[in-house]
C-alpha cells in the first residue's frame, strides 16, 4: 500500500493562539491545512497552529479562501482573476512567515470551501490560484479534487499536485462533493467513514450519494475540523488506516 496523508482544516477560530481541538487534531493527522485569516483564523491562531504542527512534524499547508469571514468562504464570489492571484499570494507568503518562525515551512497550498468547488471547473479562477502560488514559491505542492482544473493548470505550469478525498463527505456520481445545502452530504459515523477511508486508501470503490460503485484515488484524506465528532472522527480513520498497513506520511514535506 503507498503511503496516505491525512489532513485537517485547522486555526479556524478567533482571538487565542489555538484551540483544543486543533491541538488534538494536531496529534492524530499528518498535514494541517492552517486558515490564513480570509474565511477564518487570523495572525495568532496561524501562529498557534504552526508553532503547534512544527514540534509534532505535522507538515503545515496554506487554507486559502475568498476574503469572506461573514460566510465562512463557503460562497463563490466573482472576482477578478488578478486580485485572486494576489490574495492567494497573500495569504501564502502570510503563513509561511509564521511557519518559518516556527522552524517549518509552508510545504502545500489548499483552497478552501467555496473557492475549492470553484476550481474544479472554473478556468480563470483555477488559473488565479495557480498563478497566486506560483509567484509565492513553485516548490509548494497544490492539493485539490482528482480531475479538477485546477489540478490541470498547476501540473502544466510545473508545480506538483496531490489528490485529496474526504472522509466525511458524501460524492456524486462524477466524483464531486455533495453540496452541503443537500441532506446526507456529510457523513457522520465514525465506523462508516473509517471504512470508506481504507477502501480508498487501498483502491476499492466507495458507494456514491446514489449507492452506486465510485474509486476515489487519494494521496491525501481530509477529515473536517469543523463535522461535528471531528476528533472520533480522525482517530477512528486514523486506526483504521494503520490496521489495515497504511504508512502515514504527509504527502508534502518541509526540506
Do not use: W
Request: proline share 4%; hydrophobic share 45%.
Amino acid at each position: 500500500m503507498s503511503p496516505i496523508d491525512l489532513n485537517s482544516d485547522l486555526g479556524e477560530g478567533v482571538g487565542g493562539p489555538s484551540s483544543r481541538l486543533d491541538d488534538d487534531l494536531l496529534e492524530v493527522v499528518t498535514s494541517a491545512n492552517v486558515a490564513c485569516g480570509f474565511h477564518a483564523g487570523g495572525p495568532s491562531t496561524m501562529r498557534g497552529v504552526t508553532a503547534h504542527a512544527a514540534r509534532t512534524g505535522v507538515a503545515v499547508g496554506a487554507h486559502v479562501a475568498y476574503d469572506d469571514k461573514e460566510g465562512f468562504g463557503r460562497r463563490f464570489i466573482d472576482m477578478d482573476p488578478h486580485v485572486l492571484a494576489d490574495e492567494v499570494l497573500y495569504q501564502v507568503a502570510a503563513l509561511d512567515a509564521f511557519a518559518r518562525r516556527a522552524g517549518t515551512r509552508v510545504t502545500y497550498v489548499k483552497p478552501h470551501g467555496g473557492l475549492y468547488n470553484a476550481i474544479v471547473t472554473h478556468e480563470a479562477q483555477a488559473a488565479a490560484v495557480v498563478a497566486g502560488v506560483t509567484a509565492y514559491s513553485s516548490d509548494l505542492v497544490l492539493l485539490g479534487l482528482p480531475g479538477s482544473v485546477v489540478l490541470r493548470l498547476a501540473e502544466a505550469a510545473g508545480l506538483r499536485t496531490a489528490q485529496e478525498a474526504f472522509a466525511d463527505r458524501a460524492y456524486t456520481p462524477e466524483g464531486h462533493l455533495v453540496p452541503r445545502t443537500q441532506e446526507g452530504a456529510v457523513l457522520h459515523d465514525p465506523a462508516e467513514i473509517a471504512r470508506r477511508c481504507v477502501a480508498m486508501a487501498t483502491g476499492e470503490a466507495i458507494t456514491d450519494v446514489n449507492g452506486d460503485r465510485l474509486l476515489v484515488r487519494a494521496d491525501s484524506i481530509c477529515v473536517h475540523g469543523d463535522t461535528p465528532g471531528a476528533l472520533g472522527i480522525a482517530r477512528a480513520v486514523r486506526a483504521a488506516l494503520r490496521e489495515a498497513g497504511a504508512d502515514l506520511a504527509p504527502f508534502a514535506r518541509a526540506v
